[in-house]
């Protein structure tokens, strides 16, 4: 909240044209941002505001061990960073851009930025249950994960404006090690999460399972080798033009970057 950087004042160093002004990632993923977003620190769980001219991500810093939310916002066509203050759970902002989601809590944005820090209420503030993220849905659908209860996840849907009791899902997502840092589509139509199974690339994979005519949901499908390698792959995220996939990356033990690749290989998966 009072920590601010332009990169505006240096030739060499100015951030300008969408997307951080980089150059955009085809087929195989990419480092984004490199010096910029992701440095020497561990940076992850990169997300936009549904305008785009706000880039958010979280970083822990390998000097004090500190994690922070940071941003950096577009002004005048030039990105400017600063700090919302420290990470609470594993951020992700809702589709409309009012709400952004803290795992069990959430902050609603102000005229001013963003309010304190909120609690979900008594169905996902529970002892017994772990969530370090949680995705929400244009339709008020909610996905999260649960570390506390042999990492499952859980999905909780709006019906008549009321929000139904949290309950998990089945086979097709919790199956194997672990499945983790759920992402839903905007408009539901599929989950994108991190898992680790025998049939798996390595660490943790990223896996993709799309809603079926009937509401259910399909089978996992593995994004494949060009995502997935043998480190550990988390924390999926498409931005809100639907063209990017952003996820995590191992680089080396306890570190990680933010990378993107173009989100068309979604379409490739989607059963025909």
Known sequence: MNSHK????????????PY???ELPGSIPKVFAPGVVSTEHRDNNAFFAPDMNAFYFTRKDVNDGKWSLIV????NNRWHESVVGPRVGRPLMAPDGKTMHLGKHYMQRTDSGWSEVK?????????????MR????????????DYKSDDVIRISMLKNGKRLAPKLLGPEINTGKYNAHPFIAPDDSYLIWDGQRDSGFGDSDLY?????HDGS????INLGDTINTEVREASAYVTPDGKYLFFNRSVSPGNGDIFW???KIIETLRPK
């Open 6 to 17: 332009s990169y505006s004042l240096g030739e060499s160093s100015i951030l300008t044209g």
């Open 20 to 22: 951080l002004g980089e």
């Open 72 to 75: 950096f916002k577009a002004k």
């Open 119 to 131: 609690s979900l209420g008594p169905m996902f503030d529970r002892e017994d249950w772990g969530i």
């Open 134 to 145: 949680l995705s929400a849905s244009a339709q008020g659908t909610y996905v999260f994960d």
């Open 208 to 212: 993709i399972s799309f809603r079926q």
């Open 217 to 220: 949901w399909g089978e996992a």
């Open 261 to 263: 690749v173009d989100a």
